[in-house]
């Protein structure tokens, strides 16, 4: 079992849809919980961060955490063809150190 | 912020021989990773600095790479005797290094080992 897990889709939504991406993490000492777009041949890049269980709004972004579950989603409203990207969950432990990636999840966004 | 940057952006290099790449990290930044990233998989962990002490190394580095973060600034990763296994983008991020602190990637460097 990978210690991050995300369906590797693809999803497709119609634009202006809701897309939600979800992960889930076996290490329950894990802190931090974070979402990443990475556009093909491109590196990461931080979409939102996320400490606490709960919602976490910004802008057409909500990340959910649910620790008692394990599970963290990334729900992206009116969605655009331009967030058509992989997005990979990441997660940090309690050490502060690296952080553990799942595979993605490809999402196109069809106009 | 000129953000985290790494060189070469693109390498071809034949089986056997070494390669190296720098990484030079956002300058307020004490930390310094290192990740490998092959087609359709996530950025996999391979090692990271705090300053300049190496304090992780993942087990699935094969003793063929080596890094170094001399005066806790630039970063190399050295690779030797490539293979094409090692085909990937190597990516290095940076963070503040507090807990729970974000990291920020650098374009990666591509290597394609013929």
């Known amino acids: 079992q990978k210690e991050v897990e995300q369906n590797s889709g693809p999803l497709s939504v119609p634009e202006g849809a809701i897309a939600s991406l979800n992960c889930t993490y076996s290490d329950r000492g894990s802190q931090s919980f974070f979402w990443y777009r990475q556009y093909s041949g491109k590196s990461p890049e931080l979409i939102m961060f996320?400490?606490?269980?709960g919602d976490k709004e910004d802008g057409r972004f909500t990340a959910q955490l649910n620790k008692a579950s394990q599970y963290v989603s990334l729900l992206i409203r009116d969605s655009q063809p331009s967030d058509s990207a992989t997005y990979l969950c990441?997660?940090?432990?309690?050490?502060?150190?690296?952080?553990?990636f799942g595979d993605g999840t490809t999402l196109t966004v069809k106009p | 912020d000129t953000g985290v940057s790494q060189d070469p952006r693109h390498k071809i290099t034949k089986r056997g021989q070494n390669v190296t790449f720098r990484c030079d990290p956002i300058s307020e930044h004490n930390r310094l990773y290192w990740y490998r990233q092959t087609l359709g998989q996530g950025p996999e962990f391979l090692t990271y600095?705090?300053?300049?002490?190496?304090?992780?190394k993942s087990r699935l580095l094969s003793d063929r790479f080596s890094a170094e973060r001399p005066k806790g600034s630039f970063s190399t990763l050295e690779i030797q005797r490539t293979e094409q296994g090692d085909s990937a983008m190597y990516l290095c991020?940076?963070?503040?290094?507090?807990?729970?602190?974000?990291?920020?990637f650098g374009e990666g460097s591509w290597l394609t080992v013929v």
């Open positions: 996320i400490y606490s269980n």
């Open positions: 600095f705090q300053n300049e002490a190496q304090l992780e």
């Open positions: 991020a940076s963070s503040p290094g507090q807990t729970g602190t974000t990291i920020y």
């Open positions: 990441a997660v940090r432990g309690t050490n502060a150190g690296k952080s553990t």
